[in-house]
């Protein structure tokens, strides 16, 4: 057999990401590799670390991509500062609360868990209910925005509640961060991290994080080592910091990071203000447009992500088959659920460059046809006026 050079079809991703790549991301990516030590590239990666703070909007000296995909940030941060006989509460409304339970554990903390129903935001006064309940707790970990059902927690008011028993928060902000507001400094916020495969519209594979003062100052002052080496904060900026010289830690993703500097340059020419009003204005034009179809939002309408539209599945429509015509007709892919949402809801993303009313019209028009063809109960014609309307209005 002779395996030839793969190329991927054109497909437009409206799922919970990867969301379509910005096409300057993709030509930054094929730019000329440079050595991670040569003297061109080193200011650039101070360029990178100046528009990530840009972009969290913090001062964080501490700021920078992982190498590795948001998973690896969301272990950076619980690997760093979190040690054993450490009770950690974690707040959980979806997948990735789980995770940090994962993580939490493997450190050798205890996680207390706060449960609120997958679909709604994290509830405030069960966090402040769990820590007044173990007052040994020093950290508190909750995801901003749940890409399993499409909620955004108000991250303010947790990290307030946090702080006022004495406790660091961790931020997961993987789908926040370009879509919504994510305002670190600002609200406190003492350790984050975000993906780039979502709102920045950069190829996955790299995850910002930021930590603050009390948060580098927890890691400087563990009594045990980071059991991971790759991760460990203090041996990372020994490349990544803003010391004169450098020193080789990994082999950086040369080419991906040119990905993430352009993907932060777009965001910095809109604005994230901008943005964010952009995300909302797309994702009201497709909420009118799903509803007109006849489609339920799973999440209550104050608590829902523009990013992250997730629909219940009507009753008695195959699911599978539906997402396989959008692909294969359409060449359009949407989310399916996750976890226990498997089977039951459709997660249609906006993120990124991919927020835009082409997409939003695009999709409506290839959902109505499916559907219909698959016979399911969605009303015809009318879902495109729904979002036409909303999007003359914006
Ligand atoms: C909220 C959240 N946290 C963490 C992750 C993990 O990111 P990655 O898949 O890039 O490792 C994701 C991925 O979708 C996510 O949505």
Redesign the pocket.
């Known amino acids: 057999m002779t395996i030839r050079s793969f190329h991927p079809p054109q497909r437009i991703l409206m799922g919970?990401?990867p969301s379509d790549v910005s096409p300057r991301v993709l030509a930054a990516l094929a730019r000329p590799t440079l050595g991670h030590l040569d003297p061109v590239f080193v200011p650039m990666m101070d360029e990178v670390k100046a528009l990530l703070q840009a972009t969290f909007l913090t001062a964080n000296d501490l700021t920078m991509p992982v190498s590795?995909?948001?998973?690896?940030?969301?272990e950076t941060c619980f690997v760093n500062l979190v040690e054993p006989g450490d009770t950690v509460v974690v707040c959980q409304n979806?997948?990735?609360g789980g995770?940090m339970k994962e993580n939490v554990e493997r450190c050798g903390g205890t996680a207390v868990m706060v449960q609120d129903e997958w679909g709604r935001a994290v509830d405030p006064q069960k966090l402040e209910e769990a820590l007044k309940a173990h007052p040994e707790a020093t950290i508190v970990a909750f995801?901003?925005?749940?890409?399993?059902t499409g909620a955004l927690s108000d991250a303010q008011t947790l990290v307030g509640i946090a702080h006022a028993h004495g406790c660091l928060a961790i931020v997961?902000?993987?789908?926040s961060l370009g879509g919504v507001p994510v305002r670190v400094d600002e609200w406190g916020i003492d350790a984050i991290?975000s993906?780039?495969?979502?709102c920045l519209s950069c190829t996955?594979?790299l995850?910002p994080v930021s930590l603050n003062t009390a948060a580098r100052e927890k890691v400087t002052d563990r009594k045990s080592k980071v059991q991971s080496w790759f991760l460990d904060l203090s041996l990372v900026m020994g490349y990544w910091g803003g010391a004169t010289k450098r020193a080789y830690h990994h082999t950086a993703p040369i080419n991906a990071l040119y990905g993430l500097h352009e993907a932060l340059v777009v965001v910095q020419e809109e604005g994230l203000e901008a943005a964010w009003a952009r995300h909302r204005t797309n994702h009201l034009a497709l909420r009118a447009g799903l509803e007109a179809l006849g489609l339920r939002f799973v999440v209550a309408e104050a608590d829902r992500l523009p990013q992250l539209n997730a629909v219940s599945i009507p009753d008695g429509v195959d699911d599978a088959a539906v997402r396989g015509l959008l692909l294969s007709d359409y060449g359009l892919e949407i989310g399916a659920g996750l976890g226990a949402m498997a089977g039951k809801i459709w997660r249609i993303g906006l993120m990124g460059h991919g927020s835009n009313p082409r997409n939003v019209r695009y999709c409506l028009a290839a959902l109505e046809d499916v559907l219909g063809r698959l016979k399911a109960p969605v009303a015809r014609g009318v879902a495109l006026d729904a979002a036409n309307a909303v999007l003359a209005g914006a």
Do not use: H, L, N
């Not at 997961?172 to 789908?175: I, R």
């Open positions: 919970p990401g590795a995909p948001g998973s690896a940030g969301m979806g997948v990735f995770r995801v901003q925005a749940e890409t399993s997961d902000a993987v789908t991290y993906g780039t495969q979502k996955p594979g995850s």
